[in-house]
């Protein structure tokens, strides 16, 4: 009733299986690249398995999510709506992670919308640029220092524990 009173019509879209099917596989693709970038460009000992896995796998879930979003204004809304309630936990991490995990959402993005080809040239293009960068700095700046992590169980009373080491 209201549809005919406002001249509202409800538009579905029909979301085909195999295009959907193509579209996650596309993205999968790009993040098995984009986990291979940052094997390049990241040290054996700093690596995270968790980190290779997410990258993997955000840009065919960012693709579904685009593909299922479709036009639908209402729908974007909606999923903005429960990613604003997700609170994310995470260690902090570095600034090239957070530069993966846009391009990785990126990349998902543009599949989700069909530009695969779109995907994968600025995925290539872009991986070719971070993993020379991060190979010039890393000839050019070493690094010689270190860094020292202690765990301790959460019922110690540290206050003081190290002062002996640290003076």
């Known amino acids: 009733m209201l549809e005919k009173l406002f001249g509202v019509t409800e538009q579905t879209e029909v979301i085909s299986l195999s295009n959907t099917l193509s579209y996650m596989l596309a993205a999968v693709v790009v993040g098995i ?3 291979a970038v940052y094997i390049l460009i990241t040290e054996k000992s700093r690596r995270s ?17 685009i ?23 995470s260690v902090p991490g570095e600034s090239k992670d957070i530069s993966l995990v846009f391009m ?11 530009y695969i080809t ?23 700046f070493k ?4 860094q020292l992590r ?16 640290f003076t």
């Open 33 to 35: 690249l984009i986990a």
């Open 49 to 65: 398995l968790s980190f290779i896995v997410s990258m993997l796998i955000l840009p065919a879930v960012v693709a579904l999510v």
């Open 67 to 89: 593909t299922l979003v479709g036009s639908n204004v209402a729908r974007a809304f909606s999923i903005a709506g429960v990613f604003a309630l997700v609170k994310f936990r």
């Open 104 to 114: 990785a959402m990126a990349a998902g993005l543009a599949c989700g919308l069909g």
């Open 118 to 140: 779109l995907a994968f040239c600025v995925l290539f293009v872009l991986g070719i640029i971070v993993v020379l960068c991060f190979k010039v700095v890393a000839i050019c």
């Open 143 to 146: 690094d010689t220092t270190k």
């Open 150 to 165: 202690i765990m301790i169980p959460e019922d110690m009373n540290y206050a003081g524990a190290f002062d002996d080491l």
